[in-house]
């Protein structure tokens, strides 16, 4: 079945470093993949995604690149700030018109000190 | 721009007691599911509705029963709350494609004493 794996947290670095966040994937089909962002108290937002291999998503200064070859679709930032600082989570979406069901993965809590 | 609402927001229960979980979408989505989050395990699926009239069970479906009401609404009920249920629910929705991104609301944080 399909599964994701992501960097165990929690992650705590200073306003302005550089961010990676790891994640690897298993799948049976060609799935889409997605970084999704909690903030405290509020549900999940879709803070990019990536539907096919060599696609790069990107917004609010955060990229990830589709590695078919590496199963992997880690996350970038190169210059974190403080509000920055929330749960991220790595998701794929391997389904059948009709079933697009996502896997997650567990959770990488990160924490921005100024 | 409302988007997924659940309501409600915050519910405490004793164990045995039953309760819903209500949620809507104002995005004319076919899809629509809910999660279970717990520390350190991600979300997991509890059941999914693919189109109106049709539900089908996620990872996690034992205590629960859902209703696709319409294309807007689809609730969630335990009918007999244990301590093991106590979590935050989320909702979701989407379109009909693999590649496109569900739509989260809030959440409803549930405990069972």
Redesign the interface.
Known sequence: GNSVTQMEGPVTLSEEAFLTINCTYTATGY??L?W?VQYP??????LL?A?KADDKGSNKGFEATYRKETTSFHLEKGSVQVSDSAVY?CAL??????????T????TRLTIIP | NAG?TQTPKFQVLKTGQSMTLQCAQDMNHN?M?WYRQDP??????IY?S??EGTTDK?EVPNGYNVSRLNKREFSLRLESAAPSQTSVY?C?S?E????????????TRLSIL
């Not at chain 1, 997650?104 to 959770?107: A, E, K, M, V, W």
């Open positions: 799935p889409s997605f999704y108290g509020e549900g999940l937002q879709l995604k539907t989570f979406s391997d389904g059948d018109f009709g079933n697009e069901k996502l997650f993965g567990t959770g | 997924v899809s599911y350190g395990m991600g979300l997991r699926l999914y693919a189109s996620g989320f979701a989407s009909q494609y693999s590649n496109q991104p569900q739509h989260f609301g809030d959440g």
